[in-house]
């Protein structure tokens, strides 16, 4: 096994016993991205790693990252290396500033490989519409199931082994549904957890800095290195930042979990309603106490068309700066308006045209209290509903998607009464900036499948510790393509 297949925790140790180097770890990394298949990255940073590692001195003990190779969404901006959000409006833009997420690593001297794909401008679900084509599942070698958007790139990455870590960025699901679909550990702080400075912004007020791991330890690493205040990102909490180092023996006993019965309901994957409740049952064993409630199946089912309509409309606002003139290629016009329509037309793909279109038309005078503002209040109530369940309820348990990864010919961004709600429901930890997290319950024919468990507002260490528990429940501590065969 290689180095890069242990935990964040163990590399370390290996690097202080002077087993592997940082630049033995950064080669192999590096190696392991180009022979990818996945179309995972937007673009590989051979040089500029090899330069970071070889810059490093003596090992930091107290440095969990020191020497850690990781990737980033290309979504965040990284001084000096083009970012494009995978949008050919954005092609060739080069950032002059590192996002606050990126910097903090870089201080914790890790070494990013590479920027990796993601569905275009982070808007959509499927991994399908980001400028280079389709990112692919490392578990299906056939290359048709997807990895899940928009994340999808950096969930590829980690899944087949190339790095420990790799930041996301999460609206709806985007990293707590891949992750789901690629066999990981997929965490979504508090809403303001961690500065979004430097993240290109699509839904400012859903917008969640989050990443992939393959061990509840490791999210709880990046948490202790990524979260606090940032001056530049006035959303930022100034609430204390804790250690969010889970216990070594974490425990269930005693905690009420509520499971959502419309939720599990609408499953229509039998083996993954038979898994999951299998999960309960072992939860139970170990102390916890689950009870089973209604969230409102009307609330749960307006959820999607809810975002949409709000993600939409507060995207539509924050890229208007994507005008052809400001960033990336230049649009043809003898006008502003004709130079803007040009490069918006040829940039754009028919996906973030109609999400512009939604949140032009939601946004309108005439239609704003009946589209743009009821998916507000939809969204008041979805809050208000958690925080009555979160009263008496430590955490909500849920299956984190419906079934495996679905083929590309089985999914699409428009509405769909299928899996309405078992497809959708994560979005709830968005709509009330709640923690997050998603982790492996089983492999179904190969396939990985997740839950997730969503607690209360900046207790992120009560979740990780529940978390860990969990996992050590699953057994798939540590599961990647590399590993599977290993983790029945």
Known sequence: MSFLDLSIREIHEALLEGKVTPLELTKEALERAKANKDNAFEKILEEEALSFAKSLGPIEKDNLLFGIPFVAKDNFSTE???????????????????????????????????????????????????????????????HTREVGGSSCGSAAAVAAGIVPFALGSDTGDSVRKPASLAGLVGFKPTWGRISRWGLFPFAPSL????YFTRYVDDASILLNVLAGRDEK????????????????TPSLAGKRIAVLKEIND?????????????????MEKEGAYLETIEFGRELLESLYASYIVISSAEATSNNANLDGLKF???????????????????????????????GSYSLMRENREELFLRAQRCRAKVTSRLGEILKDFDFIYAPATPSIAPRFNETSDKLS?????????????????LPSITIPLFLENGMPIGVNLTG????EKELLNAAKALENITGLKGLSIRMKGELK
């Open 328 to 358: 990336g290629p230049r649009g043809e016009g003898k006008t502003y308006s004709e130079a803007m329509m040009d490069a918006r037309t040829k940039g754009f793909s028919t996906l973030i045209k109609r999400r512009f279109v939604i």
């Open 456 to 459: 209360r507002a900046f207790e």
């Open 80 to 142: 000096g290396i083009e970012t494009t959000a995978s949008s050919n409006i954005l092609n060739g833009y080069v950032p002059l500033f590192d996002a606050t997420a990126i910097a903090k690593l870089k201080e914790h001297k890790a070494v990013l490989i590479g920027k990796t794909t993601l569905d275009e401008l982070a808007m959509g679900g499927t991994g399908t519409s980001g400028h280079l084509g389709y990112t692919y599942n490392p578990y299906d070698p056939t």
């Open 417 to 433: 009464a299928l899996s309405l709600i078992a497809d959708n429901h994560l979005v709830l930890g968005n709509f009330a900036g």
């Open 266 to 282: 609408s499953l229509i994957d039998e083996e993954n309603r038979q898994k999951f409740n299998d999960s309960l049952k072992e």
């Open 207 to 210: 917008d969640t800095v989050a």
């Open 233 to 248: 990102d006035s959303t930022s909490s100034t609430k204390t930042v804790e250690d969010y180092s889970p216990s070594e």
